[in-house]
């Protein structure tokens, strides 16, 4: 029973953002623009990982940091490799 209401909440919440999208016309710049922010991000956080400038640090490929990055830009690779120094030393 859950899982179908969860499941209803997901396809209404997913028609509401479409009819938003279509009514706003913002066009497929917007998600051109976005999808260049999303790979610039990915590729953000697999260079910190694994070029070496930081030792003993791995931000992982998930949808959380690559949000944050997507949204922050490159001070969001920062932020997270503060918060991974800071919080798990």
Not at 9 to 21: A, R
């Amino acid at each position: 029973m859950k899982s179908i209401i969860l499941g209803t909440v997901l396809v209404i919440s997913l028609l509401g953002l479409v009819v938003v999208l279509l009514r706003k016309r913002i066009g497929l710049s917007f998600f051109t623009s976005f999808g260049i922010h999303l790979v610039l991000a990915a590729v953000g956080i697999y260079i910190v990982n694994y070029s070496g400038w930081i030792t003993g640090t791995y931000i992982p490929l998930n949808p959380a940091t690559i949000g944050t990055v997507t949204v922050l830009g490159l001070p969001g690779v920062g932020l997270l490799l503060g918060l991974k120094i800071s919080l798990f030393g």
